[in-house]
């Protein structure tokens, strides 16, 4: 069994506009009654919306209590699927169902429930508020779960750190002909370079001094492009190795553009060897060497804009990313694996760190994406071809309290530190979706 | 002798439940299932399309051969349990063959219940419980201008429905004041049976068949205080009975059906029970009770399966909780949870008109009951406001107005 495709619903982001129901209306009875929908979306007494809706469900309860065998789960779309022909409208069915996901039609005169639309959903495309999506990150179950994990299976990581999701999912992704290397930090802190004279991985890896990552992985493309094999050489880098002490190999093969695929897992510090701050650490944040007390009230500097810096070394690829969009990763993944063919491919993930940051550890996909919400990390991508844009635009970004709050690295914040960090925010989005827009402009005379 | 780790008796919606919840958690281990029926698994609930013709007999079938051969499931057809030796761990099929089991699953459902009517043995009657009833009762239609049916309750009445539809002319002898009992309260069937006057249905309610006869074309039934009834089919559904004589003298512990507890575990060890045949606690009481429908089987069938695959995700029986879909010329009467008398803590809100009608039971706030007849709600919904003892007083109001919309968003609330 695979996984599926979904709708999912984000019921702050809903307007209650009833577009959905409109159009769902129009694409299963052809009129407008939006009753006949089989989406519901309920206005609460507080304002706010609910759903109704057809969960497609892994373990159906309404196909167990069909007596009829009138309901089936499809394996293949994971859609359950219902048969005229074997109904017989005991609306048993819908004893089953916790969801209101499937509901008598007096029109119709039987139930009805969602069918996806085959896969493109009438509902989703009239969302204007964004409060439907269509997911379709089961590809990613589908494709890359089949693909060998090349990681030990015990690993040495914090509790809830997505630094290991991050090297799993890489790893696989770029698949055995791989050399791999890992500068000083969490990666090899996690057992990358392995105990006792194995390593932790099932492709070649080695730890390079955390100056010379870029120039060491250089070397070994090349070594091999000379014996004629295709091997892709990656580094799993922190973002002090990468930002700071790493800075002037990586700039020196970026510019040669040497074919390598460097990934920098931004955890905002040197967390491995206790916290301390880095040339990403942002401005306010509690580090080990940005203490807090009467004095000091964290770092006093703001974060260098480091994968800007990449673009303006002319690489084959730059891309920002968040394990919280994984689609999104994974499609900047395999751009940037294919991109490290021809030159520099330079992939920066912003990894929210359970201990260094100060916040539980169930939370940190929750984390990443509250990142992304109020713009504080932005994503985009780049190459040569096609300039800068934006993949995941936020017109309207979530309050930066609600990050900022969820953190315990700036607990101490004063209003005054607030502000500082939504003005550099604030400055980031208007510099990037500058280049963005200036791309699009310089390349269309190209069209003209 | 066949050896088996799970041993299944029956094969409809308790049973196979029970599998379902056995393979998501147990893959491998053997797993056999014994069936009565000479056919793949079907519900009881599909008999009255069967007759009508709605449902295809070929087409109702519950699983395929396909699905026992992928989840690796042995299933036996007409292969119904005669006796058990629980101090053995083995049970004996009716053809004599003994089965050892490490676990075994009693649901074996019920049988038709024959109320003691003064010379029904001397004449020819149908019942309604497995697939060959439906196909003798489907055949005797033709021929039919006058039925009895026997029974006012969900079998009795979408016979007479069927039959009525059929232009047979039909009388329903109810023993109890009113259709439906123990679903819908006296107003609400007294809505149901003005609608089956209306196509000429004729209902007996608070009438006993004291005796019967054979006569030229059928039989004559006597009914208490309504005189003879000349009937040339006869449909005897006047409720079921757990199938639990087999266990007799096993030490099995039986009341009404087979007594388990939470996990739908018997008194003997590894016998479970599920489904009709089951007496479960009720979640209003602390007494068991028999809670024959759909989806209780369901239910307790996955509660079992669970427990005898020791999966440790096994929350206990909740309880059941009476609950019934019943559609009727096109239209739906829903009833989900326990009627009771004001007072005590408990208020009853009531909307009718225009031939609708809705009944709410709260008790302390919480949902106890709710009954409609085309007032649509979602009792998936409502099951489980009742289970999770859902405070709605807050929004009593909106939800007295408006049933569907507004436990759909308690719900989504809940889920979200």
Redesign the interface.
Same mark, same amino acid.
């Given at each position: 069994m695979g996984a599926y495709d979904t709708i999912a619903f984000r *019921?702050d982001k809903c307007d209650g506009c009833n577009a959905c129901m409109v159009a769902c209306a129009q694409a299963k009875t052809g009129g407008g009654d939006t009753a006949r929908s089989r989406i !519901?979306v309920?206005e609460? =007494?507080e304002g706010a919306f %609910?759903? /109704?809706l057809c969960r497609q469900c892994a373990?159906p309860?309404c196909v &167990? %209590?069909c007596? /009829? *065998?009138a309901l089936a789960k499809n394996a293949e779309t994971g859609t359950i699927e219902w048969s005229d *022909? !074997?109904c017989? =409208? #005991? &609306?048993?069915c819908?004893? @089953? #169902? /916790?969801? @209101?996901g499937i *509901?008598?039609d /007096?029109v119709a @005169?039987h139930v009805v429930k969602c069918d996806l639309c085959g896969g493109d959903p009438a509902c989703v495309k009239a969302c204007e508020s964004g409060a439907l999506e269509y997911l379709t990150t089961s590809r990613l179950y589908n494709e890359v779960g089949d693909l060998e994990d090349l990681f030990v299976p015990g690993l040495a990581g914090c509790q809830g750190c997505n630094t290991e999701l991050l090297m799993r999912h890489t790893l696989r992704r770029v698949g055995p002909d791989t050399v791999l290397a890992t500068p000083p930090g969490c990666v090899p802190g996690m057992g990358s370079v392995g105990y006792n004279g194995l390593t932790g991985t099932k492709v070649p890896v080695f730890h390079p001094l955390l100056t010379n990552t870029a120039s060491m992985l250089a070397g070994v493309r090349r070594y091999y492009k000379r014996q004629g094999r295709d091997v892709t050489c990656m580094a799993l880098a922190g973002d002090g190795g990468t930002a700071d002490v790493g800075f002037q190999s990586l700039s020196g093969a970026a510019e040669r553009g040497e074919e390598i695929l460097y990934i920098v897992i931004d955890n905002e510090g040197y967390m491995n060897t206790g916290m301390q701050r880095s040339g990403c650490t942002p401005y306010g944040a509690w580090t080990s060497t940005t203490p807090v007390g009467p004095e000091y009230r964290g770092k006093t500097q703001d974060a260098k804009n480091l994968p800007a810096i990449m673009v303006m070394h002319n690489c084959e690829y730059v891309a920002t990313a968040s394990t919280a969009f994984m689609e999104d990763l994974y499609r900047k993944l395999d751009k940037a694996i294919a991109a490290s063919k021809r030159g520099f491919a330079y992939l920066h993930v912003y990894s929210p760190c359970t201990t260094g940051w100060r916040f539980p550890s169930q939370m940190n996909i929750e984390i990443a994406r509250k990142a992304v919400e109020c713009n504080f990390v932005t994503l985009w991508e780049f190459d040569p071809a096609e300039g800068l844009h934006l993949t995941n635009p936020v017109d309207r970004p979530a309050p930066l309290a609600g990050y900022l709050e969820a953190l315990g690295k700036y607990r101490h914040l004063s209003g005054e530190q607030v502000a500082h960090i939504q003005s550099w925010i604030d400055r980031n989005v208007a510099f990037v979706t500058k280049l963005a827009g200036e791309a699009q402009r310089g390349a269309a005379p190209a069209h003209a | 002798m066949l050896q088996t780790h799970y041993l299944i008796a029956g094969a409809s919606h308790a049973a196979l439940a029970a599998l379902h919840a056995i393979r998501l958690y147990d893959a491998e281990r053997p797993t056999t299932v014994v069936s009565r029926d000479d056919s793949l698994p079907y519900s009881p609930t599909v008999l009255p399309y069967v007759v009508s013709g709605r449902s295809q007999p070929e087409r109702v079938f519950l699983r395929s051969e396909a699905y026992f051969e992928e989840q690796k499931i042995k299933y036996l057809r007409g292969a119904g349990v005669s006796s058990i030796a629980p101090e053995r761990n083995v049970a004996r099929l009716e053809s004599g063959e003994e089965v050892a089991y490490a676990k075994l699953l009693v649901a074996t459902g019920a049988r038709p219940a024959i109320p003691p009517v003064e010379g029904l043995g001397d004449v020819r009657y149908h019942v309604l419980r497995s697939l060959d009833d439906a196909l003798k009762l489907r055949r005797a239609l033709p021929g039919a201008r006058r039925a009895v049916v026997l029974g006012g309750g969900l079998i009795g009445m979408h016979a007479a429905e069927n039959l009525a539809k059929a232009g047979v002319e039909v009388t329903v002898v109810e023993m109890r004041p009113q259709v439906l009992p123990g679903y819908f309260d006296a107003e609400a069937s007294a809505l149901i049976e003005r609608a089956f006057a209306r196509k000429g249905v004729r209902i007996y309610t608070g009438s006993m068949a004291v005796r019967a006869a054979p006569a030229a074309s059928g039989c004559t039934l006597t009914v208490s205080g309504r005189g003879a009834l000349a009937a040339d089919l006869l449909l005897v559904a006047a409720g079921v009975v757990p199938a639990t004589g087999f266990l007799d003298g096993t030490g099995i512990e039986t009341d009404r059906g087979v007594l388990v507890d939470e996990c739908m575990r018997t008194n003997c060890e590894n016998i479970w029970a599920a489904g009709d045949v089951a007496q479960a606690k009720g979640f209003y009481g602390s007494e068991k009770v028999l809670n024959g429908i759909l989806p209780e089987a369901v239910e307790q069938g996955r509660v079992a399966g669970m427990a005898m695959a020791g999966d440790p995700a096994l929350k206990g029986y909740p309880g059941g909780v009476p609950i019934n879909t019943y559609t009727f010329f096109g239209r739906q009467a829903l009833s989900v949870g326990a009627d009771m008398a004001p007072g005590n803590g408990v208020e009853v809100v009531k909307r009718d008109g225009d031939d609708r009608y809705l009944k709410i039971v709260l008790r302390d706030g919480r949902l106890q009951g709710i009954f409609g007849i085309d007032v649509p709600f979602d009792p998936g919904i409502m099951w489980q406001l009742i289970l999770r003892r859902t405070d709605v007083s807050a929004v009593k109001g909106r939800f007295v107005e408006n049933p569907r919309e507004t436990a759909r968003v308690l719900m989504s609330r809940t889920w979200r």
């Amino acid at each position: 069994m695979g996984a599926y495709d979904t709708i999912a619903f984000r *019921a702050d982001k809903c307007d209650g506009c009833n577009a959905c129901m409109v159009a769902c209306a129009q694409a299963k009875t052809g009129g407008g009654d939006t009753a006949r929908s089989r989406i !519901q979306v309920m206005e609460t =007494d507080e304002g706010a919306f %609910e759903l /109704a809706l057809c969960r497609q469900c892994a373990d159906p309860k309404c196909v &167990l %209590e069909c007596p /009829a *065998a009138a309901l089936a789960k499809n394996a293949e779309t994971g859609t359950i699927e219902w048969s005229d *022909a !074997q109904c017989v =409208d #005991c &609306l048993l069915c819908t004893v @089953g #169902c /916790a969801y @209101g996901g499937i *509901a008598h039609d /007096a029109v119709a @005169g039987h139930v009805v429930k969602c069918d996806l639309c085959g896969g493109d959903p009438a509902c989703v495309k009239a969302c204007e508020s964004g409060a439907l999506e269509y997911l379709t990150t089961s590809r990613l179950y589908n494709e890359v779960g089949d693909l060998e994990d090349l990681f030990v299976p015990g690993l040495a990581g914090c509790q809830g750190c997505n630094t290991e999701l991050l090297m799993r999912h890489t790893l696989r992704r770029v698949g055995p002909d791989t050399v791999l290397a890992t500068p000083p930090g969490c990666v090899p802190g996690m057992g990358s370079v392995g105990y006792n004279g194995l390593t932790g991985t099932k492709v070649p890896v080695f730890h390079p001094l955390l100056t010379n990552t870029a120039s060491m992985l250089a070397g070994v493309r090349r070594y091999y492009k000379r014996q004629g094999r295709d091997v892709t050489c990656m580094a799993l880098a922190g973002d002090g190795g990468t930002a700071d002490v790493g800075f002037q190999s990586l700039s020196g093969a970026a510019e040669r553009g040497e074919e390598i695929l460097y990934i920098v897992i931004d955890n905002e510090g040197y967390m491995n060897t206790g916290m301390q701050r880095s040339g990403c650490t942002p401005y306010g944040a509690w580090t080990s060497t940005t203490p807090v007390g009467p004095e000091y009230r964290g770092k006093t500097q703001d974060a260098k804009n480091l994968p800007a810096i990449m673009v303006m070394h002319n690489c084959e690829y730059v891309a920002t990313a968040s394990t919280a969009f994984m689609e999104d990763l994974y499609r900047k993944l395999d751009k940037a694996i294919a991109a490290s063919k021809r030159g520099f491919a330079y992939l920066h993930v912003y990894s929210p760190c359970t201990t260094g940051w100060r916040f539980p550890s169930q939370m940190n996909i929750e984390i990443a994406r509250k990142a992304v919400e109020c713009n504080f990390v932005t994503l985009w991508e780049f190459d040569p071809a096609e300039g800068l844009h934006l993949t995941n635009p936020v017109d309207r970004p979530a309050p930066l309290a609600g990050y900022l709050e969820a953190l315990g690295k700036y607990r101490h914040l004063s209003g005054e530190q607030v502000a500082h960090i939504q003005s550099w925010i604030d400055r980031n989005v208007a510099f990037v979706t500058k280049l963005a827009g200036e791309a699009q402009r310089g390349a269309a005379p190209a069209h003209a | 002798m066949l050896q088996t780790h799970y041993l299944i008796a029956g094969a409809s919606h308790a049973a196979l439940a029970a599998l379902h919840a056995i393979r998501l958690y147990d893959a491998e281990r053997p797993t056999t299932v014994v069936s009565r029926d000479d056919s793949l698994p079907y519900s009881p609930t599909v008999l009255p399309y069967v007759v009508s013709g709605r449902s295809q007999p070929e087409r109702v079938f519950l699983r395929s051969e396909a699905y026992f051969e992928e989840q690796k499931i042995k299933y036996l057809r007409g292969a119904g349990v005669s006796s058990i030796a629980p101090e053995r761990n083995v049970a004996r099929l009716e053809s004599g063959e003994e089965v050892a089991y490490a676990k075994l699953l009693v649901a074996t459902g019920a049988r038709p219940a024959i109320p003691p009517v003064e010379g029904l043995g001397d004449v020819r009657y149908h019942v309604l419980r497995s697939l060959d009833d439906a196909l003798k009762l489907r055949r005797a239609l033709p021929g039919a201008r006058r039925a009895v049916v026997l029974g006012g309750g969900l079998i009795g009445m979408h016979a007479a429905e069927n039959l009525a539809k059929a232009g047979v002319e039909v009388t329903v002898v109810e023993m109890r004041p009113q259709v439906l009992p123990g679903y819908f309260d006296a107003e609400a069937s007294a809505l149901i049976e003005r609608a089956f006057a209306r196509k000429g249905v004729r209902i007996y309610t608070g009438s006993m068949a004291v005796r019967a006869a054979p006569a030229a074309s059928g039989c004559t039934l006597t009914v208490s205080g309504r005189g003879a009834l000349a009937a040339d089919l006869l449909l005897v559904a006047a409720g079921v009975v757990p199938a639990t004589g087999f266990l007799d003298g096993t030490g099995i512990e039986t009341d009404r059906g087979v007594l388990v507890d939470e996990c739908m575990r018997t008194n003997c060890e590894n016998i479970w029970a599920a489904g009709d045949v089951a007496q479960a606690k009720g979640f209003y009481g602390s007494e068991k009770v028999l809670n024959g429908i759909l989806p209780e089987a369901v239910e307790q069938g996955r509660v079992a399966g669970m427990a005898m695959a020791g999966d440790p995700a096994l929350k206990g029986y909740p309880g059941g909780v009476p609950i019934n879909t019943y559609t009727f010329f096109g239209r739906q009467a829903l009833s989900v949870g326990a009627d009771m008398a004001p007072g005590n803590g408990v208020e009853v809100v009531k909307r009718d008109g225009d031939d609708r009608y809705l009944k709410i039971v709260l008790r302390d706030g919480r949902l106890q009951g709710i009954f409609g007849i085309d007032v649509p709600f979602d009792p998936g919904i409502m099951w489980q406001l009742i289970l999770r003892r859902t405070d709605v007083s807050a929004v009593k109001g909106r939800f007295v107005e408006n049933p569907r919309e507004t436990a759909r968003v308690l719900m989504s609330r809940t889920w979200r």
